[in-house]
């Protein structure tokens, strides 16, 4: 094992037992997705980083992402998220498109993060968006999703739980603080980290920030006012909404949820494992009403939120909400081979059942029998074909079950018929 080359840091290497988790949890997010009547897209890999910069924040730009030139000298990036390049193609093809849109995605990002337990460099991410309606509904259309995916993994109400809160009830509150507008996002950002910094770290960086002790002090006053809600209209119809469709006991106000990304404008929300140790936002998002118009687009609201695989497979773990025959075979018939001379025809048998839509491995090569067998036991499979000279002679073959020992001489025109039905039979 010497000189052997180990993984760049950040990333994972995705063997066929957790790939087959990966996949089942994609299969939910396609699920759900298509419940609600929601279109899948995909965007490049490869953006300028011009796309993030305006909006995304300068932490984004400056210290996540994977920036480099190109041969032309133009500095791009691997997407670090998806929402600017959705922008972006919407905006392109804005006069083309039918509003409102519902998009969703998963795929791969990249952050230059320091990797921990809930976080890596490389990870995929759900993104789904609601694009061209500016209603609270259409934002409790999106928790609604998030719930009913909870719902679908077998998670519960006293697991996991969706903050939300209204970035233009904090403004309000801010103003009222004497906090100008513009010194208003560096607040928002202050506010994103409160949760994850000391209690003197954090006033010490607000007063770095311009805040005085009284602006301070009525900050903090603002995060622990869990009524604040109803000074907005906009939250309440939210929670009117889900009592109205049975989601509310998944939802609670919390006034500390603020999101970093700049491009936020009103409804912000993230979900969070209340009844386990992952301290990480399971997903986060909100409505951002203008970035259609930062890509070069006609102002359209839209809402969405993200989702890394990363912490929801942590949690999923945790409870147990992963189902353990998740791992399949690769296939459910083994046609074995019996010699030089039998080979090509056990070969053409595998390729006929094939052509029926059963899923069929060999071994390409000859060797023992016991051999073969092992290889097909150790992998699962339930049943194994025997085609030997003399089955050949008689144009029949031996099916045997690797579960019970079983086995049947089978006329080979008979075959994919007969195996069809021993495999519908479960």
């Given at each position: 094992m010497k000189n052997m080359i180990t993984p760049v840091k950040g990333t994972r290497d995705f063997y066929p037992e957790i790939k087959a988790v990966h996949s089942w949890l994609y299969s939910k997010v396609r699920k759900v997705s298509e419940r609600y009547g929601y279109q899948e897209y995909e965007g490049p890999f490869l953006e300028s980083i011009d796309l993030y910069a305006a909006k995304s924040g300068e932490e984004l730009v400056k210290e996540q992402s994977f920036?480099?030139?190109?041969?032309?000298?133009?500095?791009?990036?691997?997407?670090?998220?998806?929402?600017?390049?959705?922008?972006?193609?919407?905006?392109?093809?804005?006069?083309?498109?039918?509003?409102?849109?519902?998009?969703?995605?998963?795929?791969?990002?990249?952050?230059?993060?320091?990797?921990?337990?809930?976080?890596?460099?490389?990870?995929?991410?759900?993104?789904?968006?609601?694009?061209?309606?500016?209603?609270?509904?259409?934002?409790?259309?999106?928790?609604?999703?998030?719930?009913?995916?909870?719902?679908?993994?077998?998670?519960?109400?006293?697991?996991?739980?969706?903050?939300?809160?209204?970035?233009?009830?904090?403004?309000?509150?801010?103003?009222?603080?004497?906090?100008?507008?513009?010194?208003?996002?560096?607040?928002?950002?202050?506010?994103?980290?409160?949760?994850?910094?000391?209690?003197?770290?954090?006033?010490?960086?607000?007063?770095?920030?311009?805040?005085?002790?009284?602006?301070?002090?009525?900050?903090?006053?603002?995060?622990?006012?869990?009524?604040?809600?109803?000074?907005?209209e906009n939250l309440i119809t939210i929670f009117d909404t889900l009592k109205a469709i049975n989601l509310i006991n998944f939802v609670e106000y919390d006034p500390n949820i603020i999101r970093g990304l700049d491009y936020y404008t009103a409804t912000v929300f993230e979900a969070k494992d209340i009844g386990g140790t992952v301290r990480r936002s399971i997903l986060g998002g909100g409505r951002y009403d203008n970035l259609l118009a930062d890509v070069g687009g006609e102002q359209v609201p839209a809402v969405g939120f993200a989702m890394g695989d990363v912490v929801i497979s942590l949690i999923l773990e945790n409870y147990g909400c992963i189902p353990p025959q998740i791992f399949n075979p690769p296939a459910s018939v083994f046609v074995t081979t019996f010699s030089n001379e039998t080979l090509l025809a056990s070969l053409s048998l595998a390729e006929t059942l094939r052509a029926q839509g059963m899923n069929v491995i060999t071994y390409p090569e000859v060797v023992n029998l016991n051999k073969q067998l092992k290889f097909a036991d150790r992998m699962k499979i339930k049943y194994a074909i025997f085609l030997g000279p003399d089955e050949i002679a008689q144009s029949v073959c031996t099916l045997k079950s690797l579960s019970n020992g079983s086995q049947e001489k089978i006329p080979l025109s008979e075959v994919p018929a007969r195996l069809s039905q021993i495999l519908d039979e479960g």
């Amino acid at each position: 094992m010497k000189n052997m080359i180990t993984p760049v840091k950040g990333t994972r290497d995705f063997y066929p037992e957790i790939k087959a988790v990966h996949s089942w949890l994609y299969s939910k997010v396609r699920k759900v997705s298509e419940r609600y009547g929601y279109q899948e897209y995909e965007g490049p890999f490869l953006e300028s980083i011009d796309l993030y910069a305006a909006k995304s924040g300068e932490e984004l730009v400056k210290e996540q992402s994977f920036v480099f030139p190109d041969r032309g000298g133009d500095l791009i990036t691997l997407r670090p998220e998806l929402t600017p390049t959705l922008a972006r193609m919407v905006a392109q093809r804005q006069k083309q498109l039918i509003f409102p849109l519902r998009w969703w995605s998963f795929g791969p990002f990249w952050r230059y993060e320091k990797p921990q337990k809930g976080r890596s460099r490389e990870f995929y991410q759900w993104n789904i968006d609601l694009i061209g309606v500016n209603t609270p509904q259409a934002d409790a259309e999106l928790i609604a999703i998030i719930v009913n995916f909870f719902q679908e993994l077998g998670l519960d109400s006293k697991q996991v739980k969706i903050f939300v809160n209204d970035r233009l009830l904090m403004e309000s509150e801010l103003n009222l603080l004497g906090i100008p507008s513009t010194q208003q996002p560096a607040v928002f950002r202050l506010i994103d980290r409160r949760e994850k910094m000391a209690a003197a770290d954090w006033e010490r960086y607000s007063l770095e920030e311009g805040l005085t002790q009284q602006q301070i002090g009525g900050v903090k006053s603002i995060l622990d006012n869990k009524d604040l809600w109803k000074k907005s209209e906009n939250l309440i119809t939210i929670f009117d909404t889900l009592k109205a469709i049975n989601l509310i006991n998944f939802v609670e106000y919390d006034p500390n949820i603020i999101r970093g990304l700049d491009y936020y404008t009103a409804t912000v929300f993230e979900a969070k494992d209340i009844g386990g140790t992952v301290r990480r936002s399971i997903l986060g998002g909100g409505r951002y009403d203008n970035l259609l118009a930062d890509v070069g687009g006609e102002q359209v609201p839209a809402v969405g939120f993200a989702m890394g695989d990363v912490v929801i497979s942590l949690i999923l773990e945790n409870y147990g909400c992963i189902p353990p025959q998740i791992f399949n075979p690769p296939a459910s018939v083994f046609v074995t081979t019996f010699s030089n001379e039998t080979l090509l025809a056990s070969l053409s048998l595998a390729e006929t059942l094939r052509a029926q839509g059963m899923n069929v491995i060999t071994y390409p090569e000859v060797v023992n029998l016991n051999k073969q067998l092992k290889f097909a036991d150790r992998m699962k499979i339930k049943y194994a074909i025997f085609l030997g000279p003399d089955e050949i002679a008689q144009s029949v073959c031996t099916l045997k079950s690797l579960s019970n020992g079983s086995q049947e001489k089978i006329p080979l025109s008979e075959v994919p018929a007969r195996l069809s039905q021993i495999l519908d039979e479960g």
